[in-house]
């Protein structure tokens, strides 16, 4: 399989792109930051190339699209991974860090799609996933930006679903908490590494929503530790209850 990803240069992107060659797949990827440094592992491989440029810039996408059809012939799999995080209270926040966080983490996926859809549509067939957030399904004061653009992609990505599911084109989102990579570990040396979710389990979700014999689409499939779960769940219940009551009551 073909995949093209975007933010390969470190995190969760890196290691999916690392994943998937290993496994014997083709990777392109597209990145803001310079891989040189970043992984030579993925460097040496025949099976890897990426673009430097961003992802909010539209001549940097068309080109990456471009030389990735060059270098793998075709695109089954998009995964759209690139993300801006910026965790302010609302009055201390720029109007440049919201639009920034907007653009990075919903319009630019959004444009993505609707660039390699077209690819997808004349394949045939294609796999959508793009990666949301738990803080798309919650809110917290200092996650207007994030929260709001998270929760866009989920809805964006259902919306979608709809219309490409008689087109053989499937599409889903992954929302994780907080979770652990080999570069957020050696960032964040300090923080309790095994309290949070391991970037391995992220990475079982995508395959199983890419490999998956399957149709699968239309799906947000949220990831939570237990306690997390469950919190999640009664809070929900409580709301909708009460949400009944008000009427009950009146």
Do not use: W
Not at 62 to 77: H, P, Q, S, T
Request: charged content about 25%; aromatic content about 12%.
């Amino acid at each position: 399989m073909n995949f093209f990803i975007t933010g390969v240069s470190s995190g969760l992107g890196k290691e999916l792109a690392q994943h998937y060659v290993e496994l014997g797949h083709k990777v392109f990827g597209i990145s803001r930051s310079k891989q040189e440094s970043k992984c030579d592992a993925l460097l040496n491989s025949n099976n890897f190339r990426y673009y430097s440029g961003s992802v909010n810039d539209e001549s940097d996408v068309k080109k990456a699209i471009e030389d990735a059809l060059i270098f793998m012939g075709r695109i089954d799999v998009l995964i759209n991974n690139a993300a801006y995080k910026n965790f302010k209270l609302p009055d201390e926040m720029s109007d440049d860090e919201y639009k920034e966080s907007i653009h990075t983490n919903l319009v630019s996926p959004i444009l993505i799609c609707q660039k390699i859809i077209p690819i997808f549509l004349k394949q045939k067939n294609g796999c959508i996933v793009n990666m949301s957030s738990n803080a798309g399904m919650t809110s917290y004061k200092e996650g207007t930006a994030y929260c709001s653009s998270k929760a866009g992609l989920i809805a964006y990505s259902l919306s979608l679903a709809k219309y490409l599911k008689d087109k053989n084109i499937s599409v889903n989102a992954i929302s994780p908490p907080t979770f652990t990579t080999d570069d957020y570990k050696m960032s964040f040396p300090k923080i309790d590494h095994n309290k949070l979710l391991k970037s391995g389990q992220v990475i079982k979700v995508m395959d199983y929503i890419v490999f998956n014999k399957k149709f699968i689409t239309g799906k947000n499939f949220p990831l939570f530790k237990l306690k997390t779960s469950i919190k999640y769940i009664l809070q929900k219940n409580l709301e909708f209850i009460s949400y009944l009551l008000q009427f009950r009551l009146k």
